[in-house]
């Protein structure tokens, strides 16, 4: 069975060296690409710039580099330039491009628009997980108001509906994505309704503060107390954000027991018995009792002394 299994290892060492080395002689480009915007914000129809940054990391030269496909949106003639005819790129050589359009009114109701795509060479790709690229283009001024409903559930993949017992008294707080900035709140009524004004178009983070007794199901799993919302202008007033709550135990605060002793003394008859003695380590009703005992034999020697003298002097 041993030379069974030696056979076999072996044939597989015959079999998987051979693809190894062929590889090993036929490395293929490793194309990165990174990209940013000319600007921070834009107007609705301003031309944009966009700026690529393309390097072979490979010791392959890279055979016609070009863009494969991709996304957009909120953006108008887009012109890609030498990412569509292509360009030869050296091993470990960097090359800049650059690629134009403009905003238009979509990107205006969004806050933003955007443009992302792929590159790869014509003799392959050793990694396709940094040849993809995007940018964000945020263009301000647009506001809108957004709403939504905190129902009683159980669970955080619950489906609300009009018939929806909802939960009252939760805030609503909306601030911008990365949380530094806020923009309103609100508390939700008694249908469990919620109504945040003026918001800017793009994304906001809403977080919630329920009540006690209640938790809200937030967030992706339904652990968190906050989830990301996107604000479009121009849309319908219909609320469409829908946060799940369920009822969870309240806690009463605990008591210690110094508070509870010391409250059981009344200041009336703490003032009422006027000074006390000095708190120390002995015992001190013990040495009170001692000292009585003293008293009294002192006492009863002395008529025991004087009865004595009586008696003599008779």
Do not use: C
């Not at 940054?53 to 012109?79: C, L």
């Not at 939700?188 to 800017?200: I, Q, S, V």
Request: zero cysteines; aromatic letters at 6%.
């Amino acid at each position: 069975m041993r030379a069974l299994a030696a056979a076999a290892l072996a044939g597989v060492l015959v079999a998987v060296l051979p693809a190894t080395a062929a590889l090993a002689a036929n490395p293929k480009p490793d194309v990165a690409v990174t990209s940013a915007a000319d600007k921070a914000n834009y107007a609705v129809g301003e031309t944009f710039t966009i700026t690529v940054t393309v390097k072979n990391k490979s010791s392959v030269d890279a055979k016609h580099v070009h863009y494969t496909g991709g996304d957009s949106e909120g953006v108008d003639g887009v012109v890609y330039g030498e990412l569509s005819t292509g360009f030869d790129l050296a091993a470990g050589a960097t090359k800049t491009v650059q690629l134009t359009g403009k905003t238009n009114h979509v990107a205006w109701q969004l806050g933003r628009g955007y443009v992302a795509f792929e590159l790869t060479a014509d003799n392959g790709e050793a990694n396709d997980a940094d040849n993809v690229t995007g940018v964000r283009l945020l263009v301000a001024g647009a506001f809108d108001d957004l709403g939504g409903y905190v129902f009683q559930s159980e669970s955080y993949d619950a489906e609300w509906t009009p018939q929806t017992p909802g939960v009252s008294g939760v805030k609503v707080v909306a601030t911008s994505a990365d949380g530094e900035t806020k923009y309103a709140e609100a508390v939700t009524d008694a249908k469990g309704l919620f109504r945040l004004a003026h918001l800017p178009a793009g994304e906001v983070l809403l977080t919630f503060t329920a009540p006690a007794g209640w938790k809200t199901l937030a967030g992706e799993n339904g652990e968190d107390d906050h989830t990301p919302a996107q604000v479009i202008a121009d849309d319908s007033d219909e609320p469409y954000i829908f946060v799940p709550a369920k009822k969870v135990a309240v806690s009463s605060p605990s008591v210690s027991p110094s508070a509870s002793s010391s409250s059981s003394i009344s200041p009336s008859a703490s003032s009422s018995a006027g000074p006390g003695l000095p708190v120390t380590g002995d015992n001190t009703m013990l040495l009170v009792g001692a000292g009585t005992v003293a008293v009294a034999v002192g006492i009863a020697l002395a008529l025991v002394a004087r009865r004595r003298r009586v008696h003599l002097q008779a």
